[in-house]
């Protein structure tokens, strides 16, 4: 899954070369299931047209591109967040561990790392947060397809231990099928018993109401 980092990226005004990754996570909306984050590092010599933010393009445009960045990217790592952590840490930590771990997960170590959004993780890289970065910058809008494409995947398979819920349609989102299933039925080992509609079923089913 990870390649060695061979990429630098010339900042012409300051004449330097540096190795850059974009990072991005998929999976902070859903009720159930991992946050996933990923980092990759492009080839410019390589370059991968349809580059975008994952949201805007089909799911068979991002399994394509997903291939294509696998192939050409000089670097990529991909990384998550557990359930239990994501309970523990809240949601934004666990994003902010998620993407800690795809950049240490890259060999060797990048000089610079943009982060789609307004935060970034707490790294000894320098770094910088470009909100609506998977839009704008390539090597982000690279690592939005892994991610999302990753965590569509690992929802699949939960969907295979808990066909009732319906993960492999609505991949742990708030969804009126999702939601309709979880009152039914109570949440199953992967929700995450954190975010608010959850916590109301298991507030009820205890009788703490």
């Known amino acids: 899954m990870r390649k060695a980092l061979v990429r630098f990226d010339r900042i012409a005004d300051v004449g330097l070369r540096i190795r850059i990754a974009g990072v991005d996570e998929a999976g902070r909306g859903p009720l159930a299931g991992p946050v996933v984050a990923a980092a ?9 047209e349809g580059l975008r933010d994952s949201k805007q393009l089909t799911p068979a445009q991002r399994r394509e591109l997903a291939t294509r960045i696998r192939a050409d990217a000089l670097a990529f790592a991909v990384a998550q ?11 934004l930590q666990a994003s902010l561990l998620a993407m800690r771990r795809a950049i240490e997960a890259l060999q060797p170590v990048v000089d610079l790392v943009l982060v ?4 970034v993780p707490p790294i000894a890289i320098a770094s910088r947060a470009i ?10 809008s ?7 494409t990753h965590r569509d995947a690992l929802m699949r398979a939960l969907h295979r231990r808990y066909p009732e819920y319906g993960f492999a349609r609505h991949f742990g ?3 009126p ?5 979880l009152n039914a039925l109570g949440p199953c080992a992967v929700h995450r018993r954190s975010f608010a509609p959850v916590r109301a079923l298991l507030t009820l089913e205890l009788g703490l109401d």
């Open 177 to 181: 099928q999702h939601l309709a299933r």
């Open 142 to 148: 690279a690592a939005s397809i892994l991610a999302k």
């Open 81 to 91: 967040a557990s359930v239990a952590e994501i309970d523990r840490l809240n949601i």
């Open 40 to 48: 990759v590092v492009l080839d410019p010599n390589r370059p991968i």
């Open 173 to 175: 989102y708030p969804t």
């Open 116 to 119: 789609d959004g307004n935060r």
């Open 131 to 140: 909100v609506g970065g998977d839009a704008i910058e390539p090597a982000i």
